[in-house]
């Protein structure tokens, strides 16, 4: 499957920006789909997750109450719509995909093995 990440920009802090994932060649159907970022300088961290498809949704503690990650069959995308966006947000943030992690595993970066571009999100003081 390829994932095209998409709707990164510019925003200052308290505002919004809706994420998007497309996939192509494969549907997201019974996969768990994950967005990571990655701040330079610091390694790649989990932001919020979608097991198999479901309707169970998993966040990072910073990003809770204030992210919401989304899938819409129909249009075999997966969005994370990000509200009260805050300067230490900022990072590249990467859609993943897999059809074989484990609960346990979905926070992991290792346990994914599709992964979009990237697209840079840049929250301003």
């Known amino acids: 499957v390829q994932l095209q990440a998409s709707g990164g920009g510019l925003v200052q802090a308290g505002g919004s920006l809706r994420l998007s994932c497309a996939a192509s060649?494969?549907?997201?159907?019974?996969?768990?789909i994950g967005w990571f970022r990655q701040a330079p300088g610091k390694e790649r961290e989990f932001v919020a997750a979608?097991?198999?498809?479901?309707?169970?949704?998993y966040y990072a503690d910073s990003v809770k109450g204030r992210f919401t990650i989304s899938l819409n069959n129909a249009k075999n995308t997966v969005s994370l719509l990000m509200n009260s966006l805050r300067p230490e947000d900022t990072a590249v943030y990467y859609c993943?995909?897999?059809?074989?992690?484990?609960?346990?595993?979905?926070?992991?970066?290792?346990?994914?093995?599709?992964w979009g571009q990237g697209t840079q999100v840049t929250v301003s003081s």
């Open positions: 993943a995909a897999d059809p074989s992690i484990i609960l346990s595993a979905l926070r992991t970066p290792q346990s994914y093995g599709y």
């Open positions: 060649g494969r549907t997201f159907s019974r996969q768990t």
């Open positions: 979608i097991f198999r498809s479901g309707s169970n949704t």
